[in-house]
């Protein structure tokens, strides 16, 4: 079949909109901005709008609500598609999860977004599921490779519990990047480490 190059180029379908990616990180820095003046509870489409200079039906062509808006800028730093470390140790591999989850929390994004979306999630069913989603199903999987490997290696005892090695080392990470805000050093991680996979085998 030939074309006639005389042919009037093809147009895009009536209403087929191209969002403009600069429009939407403007709203992306909008959202950030707001959340850290006024909290997830006060924010508004309103507000984020006028902040970003744009109008409220650009925000609402990308999101349909406030929460899937912040719930895509959690997406960012979700470590969902990272792979499961693989150093050939346990304690390398929980040093590596370790790596990588302290590279999260330093993110601007998170350490705005994260403690208030938890506040909210307390008090909203919704937000917590989406807030559990968006956050613990990529650090679970991580986590259950991490002790499925060490199994198998002999390093833990079978039926060793995934959940109860994501508290031991995240936590502590948590509190001390995003609740106290202290500084993370290699050396600290390091610690962190051997204390986890300690706790691990104890059992």
Avoid at 53 to 80: C, I, M, N, P, Q
Avoid at 167 to 186: F, H, K, S
């Amino acid at each position: 079949m030939t074309t006639d190059p005389a042919a009037p180029a093809r147009r895009a379908p009536a209403g087929a909109a191209v969002l403009r990616e600069d429009v939407t990180e403007a709203i992306r820095s909008a959202v950030v901005a707001e959340l850290a003046a006024v909290g997830f509870s006060k924010m508004s489409i309103e507000g984020i709008a006028r902040r970003a200079g744009v109008g409220k039906t650009a925000v609402y062509r990308r999101w349909k609500s406030k929460l899937h808006l912040v719930l895509d800028l959690v997406g960012a730093f979700a470590v969902d598609g990272l792979p499961v470390p693989q150093t050939g140790s346990l304690y390398g591999d929980v040093r590596a999860l370790l790596e990588v989850m302290s590279h999260v929390l330093r993110h601007p994004v998170a350490s705005a977004v994260i403690p208030d979306l938890l506040v909210e999630a307390a008090r909203n069913p919704e937000i917590a599921d989406a807030v559990r989603g968006a956050l613990l199903d990529g650090q679970r999987r991580m986590a259950q490779g991490i002790v499925s490997g060490a199994v198998e290696r002999g390093e833990l005892a079978a039926g060793t519990d995934p959940g109860r090695a994501l508290d031991l080392a995240i936590g502590p990470l948590y509190w001390r990047q995003v609740v106290v805000r202290d500084e993370v050093t290699a050396d600290y991680l390091d610690g962190l480490a051997r204390s986890v996979v300690a706790g691990l085998q104890a059992v």
